[in-house]
């Protein structure tokens, strides 16, 4: 089996699982941290989302130290923190504690997000007018980590941790004005004309300290399995649960399936819409569809997100991918 000739690295949301506490979730995070960094895989990413049922990973950058601790060499970062929540001193003063505690091994990943709801928006005090500070706030917190702002944030990172932007909007523009890295998924990767997002990105990237080059990192859900029907049921809860926050407003712990697609008819659209936009199934498939991903994108590295109820099949899944990664 070819190899992808291409890193391959892990976003992991903490998924909370029906029966299970939201401590055993995030328990099953660090472990799959470890695992990762046995399998070789070059990052392991967690997430920030508050309040949301379904979801236990609310501080990305506590859970970071804690994977730190528990791992050795892999990379370990966020994807992302969201800037309309924080203030930019804050998040420069958390990644480069991370970076000087496990000096080059932590990532930076940021995105303008806010809240899942009004009620949520307003506890963070953040709202749309944060969001469209977005690269405002950006350009202070680089300021504090690179060492050139009106005040020195300790400790001093001295620009040495990697920024990357999650791309949402305008961020593929803001990344290349920027020179910072860049992560991509969803509909945005498959665009191939001279307005997509990656040949702004590309056309309009700024060298920097950081990136010399333009770099991306294709996120797209992977389930691999030795059927193509394991696979899918792999992804199958977390696209029911997605279904049910754009349906129902609320968003819960994955459950397990028996793998068919239930509900109202708008439900079922957006579950096979998931699954549509997912690389999953055999490993040859798989390995297929993601050099298909990477011969249209250009990506340098693949970012493979998506919770699943099964931890054996998510960590045979993991197994499988690394495989195709390194064989």
Not at 112 to 129: C, D, E, M
Request: aromatic fraction near 4%; hydrophobic fraction near 45%.
């Amino acid at each position: 089996m070819a190899s992808l000739n291409i890193p391959v690295s892990i976003l992991d949301r903490a998924n909370s699982r029906e029966g299970d506490t939201e401590a055993e979730a995030l328990q099953a995070v660090a472990e799959r941290a470890e695992s990762a960094e046995k399998l070789g895989f070059r990052r392991f990413w967690v997430a920030e989302h508050h309040a949301v049922a379904g979801i236990a990973g609310s501080a990305p950058a506590v859970l970071m130290a804690a994977l730190a601790a528990r791992t050795r060499s892999i990379r370990i970062g966020s994807g992302g923190m969201m800037l309309p929540n924080h203030q930019p001193l804050v998040v420069a003063e958390q990644a480069a504690t991370l970076n000087a505690l496990y000096p080059g091994r932590i990532d930076l990943g940021v995105g303008r997000s806010v809240g899942f709801t009004s009620a949520v928006r307003r506890a963070l005090h953040a709202g749309k007018a944060e969001a469209e500070q977005f690269e405002e706030h950006l350009a202070e917190l680089l300021a504090y980590l690179d060492g050139t702002a009106a005040i020195t944030a300790r400790p001093q990172d001295h620009g040495q941790t990697p920024v990357f932007v999650l791309a949402t909007g305008t961020g593929a523009d803001i990344a290349a004005r920027a020179g910072l890295g860049l992560v991509l998924g969803g509909p945005a990767l498959f665009r191939s004309s001279p307005e997509s997002a990656l040949e702004r990105y590309r056309n309009g990237f700024r060298p920097s300290r950081r990136f010399p080059r333009p770099y991306v990192l294709a996120a797209v859900n992977v389930a691999v399995a030795a059927t193509e029907s394991a696979a899918t049921r792999l992804l199958l809860p977390e696209a029911n649960a997605l279904a049910d926050s754009r349906t129902r407003g609320v968003f819960p712990a994955l459950a397990a399936t028996d793998g068919t697609v239930t509900g109202p008819e708008r439900r079922q659209e957006l579950v096979r819409g998931f699954l549509a936009d997912a690389i999953c199934g055999t490993p040859p498939e798989v390995r297929r569809r993601l050099a298909e991903l990477l011969d249209a994108t250009g990506a340098d590295e693949v970012l493979a997100t998506g919770g699943a109820y099964d931890i054996a099949g998510q960590r045979e899944s993991d197994r499988l991918l690394a495989e195709l990664a390194a064989s």
